[in-house]
């Protein structure tokens, strides 16, 4: 069983789907949708739970799962993470302290997807104020980094949290690899490794109906899928 994240660099390939909701008294690997065949999971330690922005859903990923995915927009004015899947969705008052406070008073100790949907649009300095905030924050709750990845589609911007010792996922958009050509998805996997390699960053995350070609086209990348 995988319990930290430490050493992600030697992992040469990371299978971990999230899955956004299932069946709590038959918890099994049917209930998840859309995962392919040839991807083996285990829902111990491979299956995350998706969109995990409330207590009641929060709960359900400390008594299920490993792990879970959660949304964060960093307020710049407040130097506050609030959970919202949206940057225009509006104010929820919902905030990660509350939310990975109740991780630590849990009796595990899950793996931690933020996926920071401002990220891209901060400047220099609102990214080093989210870097001292999320620190501040893990610090005081006693919650170990290295459980904790941070998602984003700015590689530029991720790069800025990996030098800071955070584990990084650079998130991939989902194509329709039916509707393009070989030199395409060649072109694609091109720009997605001069990126990681730019920036210093060795994991991507995306849909897990392009597995099959992230296997083929960027064979040596480790991955996390949604």
Not at 27 to 33: A, E, K, M
Not at 139 to 144: L, M
Request: aromatic share 10%.
């Amino acid at each position: 069983m995988i319990t930290s994240l430490v050493g992600l660099e030697k992992l040469s390939l990371m299978y971990y789907v999230l899955v956004n909701d299932f069946n709590l008294d038959e918890p099994s690997i049917s209930n998840i949708n859309s995962i392919p065949d040839e991807i083996e999971v285990s829902l111990a330690e491979r299956v995350w739970l998706h969109a995990v922005n409330d207590s009641i859903k929060l709960q359900r990923a400390l008594d299920h799962f490993s792990g879970f995915e959660s949304d964060i927009f960093f307020d710049t004015k407040k130097n506050k993470f609030e959970l919202r899947h949206w940057p225009d969705q509006g104010e929820t008052n919902i905030f990660l302290e509350k939310h990975l406070s109740k991780v630590k008073n849990s009796s595990k100790t899950p793996h931690i997807w933020l996926d920071f949907k401002n990220l891209k649009f901060l400047d220099t300095n609102e990214i080093q104020k989210a870097i001292i905030s999320l620190e501040k924050l893990i610090n005081q709750i006693g919650i170990e980094k290295e459980l904790i990845i941070i998602e984003s589609q700015s590689a530029k911007s991720l790069a800025k949290f990996k030098k800071n010792g955070f584990n990084c996922s650079l998130w991939v958009p989902k194509l329709k690899p039916n509707l393009l050509s070989k030199r395409d998805l060649e072109l694609w996997s091109e720009n997605i490794l001069r990126d990681l390699i730019d920036y210093d960053l060795r994991l991507i995350s995306l849909d897990v109906s392009m597995h099959s070609y992230a296997l083929i086209f960027l064979p040596n990348v480790q991955k996390m899928f949604w």
